[in-house]
């Protein structure tokens, strides 16, 4: 009988090492409704594209740097992540600071594109086709995506450099990490739709 008990206290131990964390659980709900957001989208710009006096948009050159970046960035963030679970704590600040630096960078180039598509191709918000709507929503959205992210980032290099460590939990960084891959799997499906079908 005790031994029975012993093993159902085992078990439940067990049980609950195998329950996702509220903060990780809450994470992948957003992203799901995310996904179900920009699939919305982007099916009705496809259904859009087939009329009549649609514009094609050729994506400036500067979109595939800053897609280096990003993906430069996840690299750098998951690497935080592993310095992080193994105590390396300047080290992980030092990635932190990289990826921070590498979003900042990833903005920027992002912002000399829309402003070539805005100067250059005279793309416009307001336009006959509809193209420059989809096109500006759509990133927009990505935008304000990525911007929430380095907000957190910020946050997080912070506390990294500045505050005291009372818990050596990974969930914030893990959190972290997997939202920003998850808006740079985002980008990276972005750009390719808009190169296949806009």
Not at 6 to 14: A, E, V
Request: proline share 2%; aromatic share 14%; glycine share 8%.
């Amino acid at each position: 009988m005790v031994g029975q008990l012993n093993i159902d206290k085992t078990n439940n131990r067990l049980g609950e090492g195998r329950k996702m964390h509220p903060h990780k659980f809450t994470l992948w709900v957003a992203i799901a409704s995310m996904l179900m957001m920009f699939a919305g989208l982007t099916s009705a710009f496809i259904i859009k594209s087939n009329l009549e006096g649609w514009r094609t948009i050729d994506f400036p050159k500067i979109f595939w740097v800053s897609t280096a970046v990003i993906v430069t960035s996840s690299i750098t963030i998951q690497m935080a992540l592993r310095a992080f679970k193994q105590r390396s704590m300047q080290r992980y600040r030092s990635l932190m600071v990289v990826t921070l630096i590498l979003g900042i960078a990833f903005i920027a180039l992002q912002t000399f594109g829309f402003i070539e598509l805005w100067n250059e191709q005279q793309v416009r918000f307001k336009g006959s086709s509809g193209a420059g709507q989809f096109l500006y929503v759509i990133f927009g959205l990505h935008g304000l995506h990525v911007m929430g992210g380095m907000v957190a980032l910020i946050i997080m290099v912070c506390r990294s450099l500045w505050g005291k460590v009372k818990s050596y939990s990974s969930v914030p960084v893990e959190v972290m990490s997997s939202y920003w891959h998850f808006v740079d799997i985002l980008w990276i499906y972005l750009l390719v739709f808009f190169l296949l079908i806009g």
